[in-house]
């Protein structure tokens, strides 16, 4: 673009005033320029006004041309009537040796506002489409957008907005996934004063119970054997007497029901209001005399917080102490008929102690405490 400094200046009073009090660098962005760039107020020295109004100026504008970025200079300046060929004057944006390439289309709101292509026929890869010029930020503003209530791993999860509720248009990363606690990130649209904002949203997954599915219980009476007696890692579960019964979620059983020799019952571990696959245990009961006389056996304190004592009226040949896993923590012969399981150290759970007196066993369930 060339600029004569010897042109008529042409211009009202009320103009020069109204951009003397609004002279600062501006920005521009939109249509084929890569992000926002900065227009220097009289960035070219040699250029400084043109017809009575400030030049605005980039030397090295990022620019995406027919597929290529390259870089160009850019001018921000007030073109006359008589030099565009229109019926009012207008401020214009040049680059690239172009006379003049963008024009806005509200004069009043010049120099800010968005500007079209001067050449109506011009094609996006020709950096059609529009730009726009506004005030470079002073602050910015964190884009605001409601919480996202947590969900189970699989349910249905909607897309989230691309517009904040306080107006910022932008857009998310990465893409929504709903088996993963995942923090989404919504960047800005260029050009709008505002920063980065997340969002996390919270899956929660239930894990399938873990266990032997086939238990056996040796007893003199089978209704002493009941819900509570299964084994199954978490031990907080819900059980229920059926399939269907454990995947509706419907008749859950106490943990005081009476086991049928046979049977299979099924766990369902809930976490959050989310519920696992079901996991199903046979059980057997098998009559024996070989039981502890349990009015001459004793376990306490139980709850404990560490020692467990045990006593019973014949000589108890071995403990051992077991986690919830199945696996063996500690196994020690004896020849008393008082024990102590030292449990002070372990961490607080629910643990079993068997107990062996020559052929008979007996499993106890331990709390520990704190």
Not at 170 to 185: E, F, H, K, L, V
Request: glycine share 6%; net charge negative.
């Amino acid at each position: 673009m060339k600029i004569s400094k010897n042109k008529l200046l042409i211009v009202t009073l009320l103009l020069l005033i109204f951009f003397t009090s609004r002279a600062q660098d501006v920005e521009i962005s939109g249509s084929c320029i890569t992000n926002t760039n900065a227009l220097v107020l009289g960035g070219d020295t040699s250029n400084t006004t043109y017809n009575g109004n400030p030049v605005y100026y980039n030397r090295t504008l990022p620019v995406n041309y027919q597929g290529n970025a390259i870089t160009t200079n850019l001018y921000l300046y007030y073109a006359l009537a008589s030099e565009l060929g229109t019926p009012e004057n207008r401020w214009v944006v040049a680059y690239g040796g172009q006379p003049y390439y963008y024009y806005i289309t509200n004069a009043t709101t010049a120099p800010l506002g968005q500007y079209l292509p001067f050449d109506t026929n011009a094609t996006v890869t020709d950096c059609g489409g529009s730009v726009t010029i506004s005030l470079p930020c002073t602050s910015f503003t964190t884009p605001l957008f409601d919480s996202v209530a947590s969900i189970c791993s699989g349910a249905s999860l909607n897309d989230l907005p691309t517009i904040s509720n306080n107006s910022y248009t932008g857009t998310w990363s990465p893409g929504i996934d709903n088996t993963a606690t995942t923090t989404y990130t919504f960047t800005p649209t260029t050009g709008q004063c505002a920063t980065t904002a997340s969002l996390t949203i919270t899956v929660n997954t239930a894990n399938k119970p873990t266990g032997d599915n086939s238990q056996s219980f040796d007893v003199t009476n089978l209704n002493n054997i009941t819900i509570a007696n299964i084994v199954v890692n978490p031990s907080n579960v819900i059980w229920y007497g059926s399939l269907a019964d454990a995947q509706s979620a419907t008749n859950p059983l106490p943990g005081t029901t009476v086991l049928t020799t046979g049977a299979t019952y099924y766990a369902v571990n809930v976490v959050e209001s989310c519920s696992s696959e079901p996991f199903g245990v046979t059980v057997t009961g098998t009559l024996g005399t070989d039981e502890f006389v349990n009015l001459n056996f004793a376990c306490y304190p139980n709850p404990t917080s560490s020692v467990v004592n045990i006593s019973y009226s014949r000589k108890i040949t071995q403990v051992t102490l077991i986690n919830l896993l199945g696996q063996t923590l500690m196994t020690e012969k004896t020849d008393s008929t008082q024990v102590q399981v030292d449990l002070s150290r372990l961490a607080k759970a629910t643990y079993f102690i068997k107990v062996a007196s020559d052929d008979k066993e007996k499993v106890i369930k331990v709390i520990k405490q704190r």
